[in-house]
């Protein structure tokens, strides 16, 4: 689930009835009045390798194909930037790779400024009400770029065999009691620090609006240095450790730690009294791929809804992208995935516009 960014924005939901040129009409589809049944028609649709595309292909692909009589052809696709790359590079020859891409935040914004993303319609989405606004991500014409897929958490994790007592705030691994037992994650563009610093010390993530804001939090990132035992790119490396009780603490997502829980490790998830670092990824269509966009509007409407990403939340272990109260989710299904407490939203504007210059101080910081 590490991506350099990661991507957010929504969906609505709605129907093609107009712009389905070239489909064959059928029987209304239950549940879709306003949508035609799609008869031998198929969406290329990209979605995060590994996990991820298992998960889709095995609950969600076969029951929408079931529902819409559009058949799905799934395409592993890498995070972050090299999705965005290989995407560009298809669209100068007028050609994509897919119909539909799951996409990380900070590409999507590199995205919409390069033009890439076809404007989505919310009025053939009518379900993108349920979804949070705040996932709904735009281009500097105001028009939606990408809407919201998946959402996941990453929390303040802890080994209780060598902690008994829980944390309650990102500000605990600042204290000096936890000197050489933290693992964080070592790149800034998905450890999100500089934004965890912002909210806890700078009074929010609007403090990395400039450049000065930046250094602070890089420097109170730095503080944290004699606490830290490993910067870590695999992931797997810090779960085991953090298992084991060799690195008692740091960061690592909630669903992945909440599953090590009923495994039966000594390990805990905290979210943090200023929330969990939320981030996810979202659905954008590239001009390249808009003939397919009638067909695209029909699924980004169909995962939408409040039922799709309940059980998206049971057999993937994302964290809705709808509020919870239009859930299905019991109480204890919604907590093992998600939370009501205001996340540190990471900063993707800051992440796509001063790569470079974050990438520098960060750089300095862990060398210094």
Not at 163 to 172: G, L, V
Not at 268 to 277: F, K, L, N, Q
Not at 345 to 358: G, N, S, V
């Amino acid at each position: 689930m590490t991506n350099d960014s990661n991507s957010g924005l929504s969906f609505r939901r709605r129907t093609l009835l107009k712009g389905l040129s070239g489909l064959a009409l059928a029987p209304m589809i239950t549940g879709f009045p306003n949508i035609v049944r799609a008869q031998e028609k198929k969406l290329r649709i990209g979605v995060y390798g590994g996990y991820f595309k298992d998960t889709f292909d095995a609950e969600i692909f076969p029951d929408f194909t079931a529902d819409t009589g559009i058949a799905v052809e799934s395409v592993g696709e890498p995070t972050g930037e090299v999705w965005l790359i290989q995407l560009e590079q298809a669209a100068r020859a007028g050609r994509s790779p897919v119909d539909i891409s799951m996409m990380a935040g900070v590409p999507v914004i590199r995205g919409a400024n390069s033009g890439l993303w076809a404007p989505l319609d919310p009025a053939r989405m009518p379900n993108l009400k349920y979804i949070k606004p705040e996932l709904v991500q735009r281009d500097a014409k105001e028009q939606i770029a990408a809407i919201g897929a998946v959402g996941w958490y990453i929390t303040l994790v802890t080994n209780t065999d060598v902690y008994p007592e829980e944390p309650k705030s990102w500000a605990d691994m600042w204290d000096p009691k936890y000197k050489d037992s933290l693992g964080l994650l070592a790149n800034v563009g998905n450890s999100y620090l500089l934004e965890v610093a912002a909210k806890v010390y700078f009074g929010g993530i609007s403090h990395l609006d400039t450049d000065e804001g930046i250094r602070e939090a890089c420097a109170k990132v730095a503080e944290l240095k004699p606490n830290v035992r490993l910067w870590y790119r695999d992931e797997a490396q810090f779960e085991q450790a953090l298992k084991s009780g060799e690195i008692p603490m740091g960061q690592y997502f909630h669903d992945v730690t909440r599953l090590a829980v009923q495994d039966g490790f000594p390990v805990r998830s905290t979210m943090p009294v200023e929330g969990g670092i939320y981030d996810y990824g979202s659905w954008a269509v590239t001009k390249a791929a808009a003939s397919s966009l009638d067909l695209a509007y029909v699924y980004m409407d169909y995962i939408s809804q409040p039922s799709i990403q309940s059980k998206l939340a049971r057999k993937l272990g994302s964290a809705p992208v709808v509020e919870r109260d239009v859930t299905d989710l019991t109480d204890e299904e919604f907590d093992s995935v998600s939370s009501t407490i205001d996340p540190v939203r990471p900063h993707y504007e800051m992440q796509a516009l001063k790569t470079d210059f974050i990438n520098q101080i960060w750089t300095e910081m862990q060398q210094s």
